[in-house]
């Protein structure tokens, strides 16, 4: 049964590329009207920025919240300023955005994790850490904002412009060898996790949810 949204309200941090345009764009193609505000218009790590813009907006319908930066590495290498600056951004900002945000009742919020929480990397323990605490966020939000529900969408590897400053033969072969290990044979598109925040958003039943995507990445060996 395709997903009508004629009418409703959805905004979408995050927007200028990757998973948040795949999905604005999905949101878009169900009828919805779709806000995309730019950083300098919504910059979740800014408090004011992030106060102004609710105070001045209509409620919205369904709220996904993709945007973030994150420095990734060991903690050996990361000192407490760059710790402190991956959870302001993805972390914090989400939580600054479910503080302001005016939501109808039965609309949702939606955050996007990663798979990094439930399969640990060395190299990647902050990321990791942050994801686990955006889904613990979102399952304590769905109980104080109810009836707006919230839930969580935690994706594996996807092919995203993250990746494009990387030399093209190594990016490959990066993806090459991830869709070998992975039980659904390829890397994830942008469009794969659209399609699950859609789901999420939509599905009145759903809420305190994490949601993996990752082609099977949690349970491959």
């Known amino acids: 049964m395709p997903i009508d949204l004629t009418d409703a309200h959805v905004l979408v941090v995050g927007a200028s590329g990757g998973i948040g345009r795949a999905t604005a764009d999905a949101f878009a193609a169900a009828g919805a009207q779709v806000a995309r505000p730019p950083r300098d218009t919504l910059d979740i790590a ?23 930066q994150t420095r990734t ?4 290498g990361l000192d407490l300023t760059d710790a402190t600056a991956a959870m302001n951004s993805k972390f914090f900002g989400a939580y600054r955005v479910a503080r302001a945000a005016r939501v109808n009742d039965g609309g949702s919020i939606t955050f996007v994790s990663g798979f990094l929480s439930q399969r640990p990397s060395a190299r990647s323990v902050l ?3 942050i994801n686990a605490a955006l889904e613990a966020l979102a399952r304590g939000l769905a109980l104080e904002r109810a009836p707006v529900r919230v839930n969580t969408v935690s994706p594996g590897l996807i092919d995203t412009p993250l990746y494009a400053k990387m030399d093209n033969a190594a990016r490959q072969a990066m993806f090459d060898k991830a869709a070998a290990r992975l039980p ?5 598109k942008p469009e794969d996790i659209a399609q699950a925040i859609l789901f999420v958003a939509t599905n009145p ?3 305190g949810s994490t949601v993996t995507v990752d082609g099977g990445g949690t349970i491959a060996a």
């Open 46 to 68: 800014d408090d004011a920025s992030v106060e102004a813009f609710f105070a001045q907006a209509e409620p919205f319908d369904h709220v996904v919240v993709a945007a973030a």
């Open 73 to 76: 590495g060991p903690v050996a």
């Open 127 to 129: 990321q990791g850490a």
């Open 184 to 188: 659904a044979r390829r890397v994830g």
């Open 205 to 207: 039943y759903a809420t």
